[in-house]
């Protein structure tokens, strides 16, 4: 049987058209945290010309095999194991996708994982990251301030993520932000581009 994930057949729509436009020119991409591998196969679906790298921890592996075989796409490699605390890939991607990892991490994890990101992309390459992101220290909803108690209970390490914290990371890692757009569900896409300014943001806004 292969694995479901609610939230992925809820988000990936929104989602999509985001990347139709922000990946519209990039050829490789690294998807980090593929989870059950849904996003991997509908977005590589929806971008055809992309050649879209899922990854995930070793034990994440096996249901996002499922889910390649069961669609059976041209630009869908084999998923790679990737743990942000271990060894990255050796490629080079112009394109990094995550949705829904963040918050799952401790905060050390994250760091790990934008101090990684310029081993493994080009000198033009592409962020996008979705998720919930509290605001300056502040939550943006209600239910946002009740899943991360919720978090919290499973792990204190997880939590949601200032979006101005992971900005800094961004930036200190050579990715200036390019857009901070609302998703459904107290949601947001961040979109960052490495070795441009914030003063090029204009020329991006897909919305």
Same mark, same amino acid.
């Given at each position: 049987?292969?694995?479901?994930?609610? =939230?992925?057949?809820?988000? +990936?729509?929104?989602?999509?058209?985001?990347?139709?436009? @922000?990946?519209?020119?990039?050829? %490789?991409?690294?998807? &980090?945290?593929?989870?059950?591998?849904?996003?991997?196969?509908?977005? /590589? /679906?929806?971008?055809?010309?992309?050649?879209?790298? !899922? !990854? #995930?921890?070793?034990?994440?592996?096996?249901?996002?095999?499922?889910?390649?075989?069961?669609?059976?796409?041209?630009?869908?490699? =084999?998923?790679?194991?990737?743990?942000?605390?271990?060894?990255?890939?050796?490629? +080079?991607?112009?394109?990094?996708? !995550?949705?829904?990892?963040?918050? &799952?991490?401790?905060?050390?994890?994250?760091? %790990?994982?934008?101090?990684?990101?310029? @081993?493994?992309?080009?000198?033009? $390459?592409?962020?996008?990251?979705?998720?919930?992101?509290?605001? $300056?220290? +502040?939550?943006?909803?209600?239910?946002?301030? $009740?899943? #991360? =108690?919720?978090?919290?209970?499973? #792990?204190?390490?997880?939590? &949601? %993520?200032?979006?101005?914290?992971?900005?800094?990371?961004?930036? $200190?890692?050579?990715?200036?932000?390019? /857009?901070?757009?609302?998703?459904? =569900?107290?949601?947001?896409?961040?979109?960052?581009?490495?070795? /441009?300014? &914030?003063?090029?943001?204009?020329?991006?806004?897909? +919305?």
């Amino acid at each position: 049987m292969l694995p479901d994930s609610p =939230a992925c057949v809820r988000n +990936r729509g929104p989602i999509l058209e985001v990347l139709q436009h @922000g990946f519209a020119d990039r050829q %490789r991409v690294l998807e &980090i945290g593929s989870g059950t591998g849904q996003h991997a196969v509908h977005f /590589a /679906a929806g971008l055809p010309r992309l050649v879209w790298q !899922s !990854s #995930d921890r070793e034990e994440h592996l096996p249901g996002i095999r499922a889910w390649l075989a069961h669609a059976s796409l041209p630009n869908t490699p =084999a998923p790679l194991a990737l743990d942000v605390d271990g060894p990255w890939p050796a490629g +080079r991607y112009d394109a990094v996708f !995550s949705a829904n990892t963040l918050h &799952i991490m401790g905060w050390p994890q994250v760091q %790990r994982l934008f101090a990684a990101l310029p @081993g493994v992309t080009t000198a033009d $390459a592409r962020l996008v990251m979705y998720g919930p992101f509290n605001d $300056a220290g +502040r939550f943006t909803s209600e239910s946002n301030a $009740a899943f #991360d =108690a919720a978090l919290k209970v499973r #792990d204190p390490r997880m939590g &949601i %993520r200032d979006w101005q914290a992971v900005d800094a990371l961004a930036m $200190a890692s050579g990715f200036a932000l390019q /857009a901070r757009l609302p998703m459904p =569900a107290n949601n947001a896409c961040l979109v960052w581009q490495r070795g /441009a300014t &914030i003063a090029d943001a204009g020329s991006y806004l897909p +919305r």
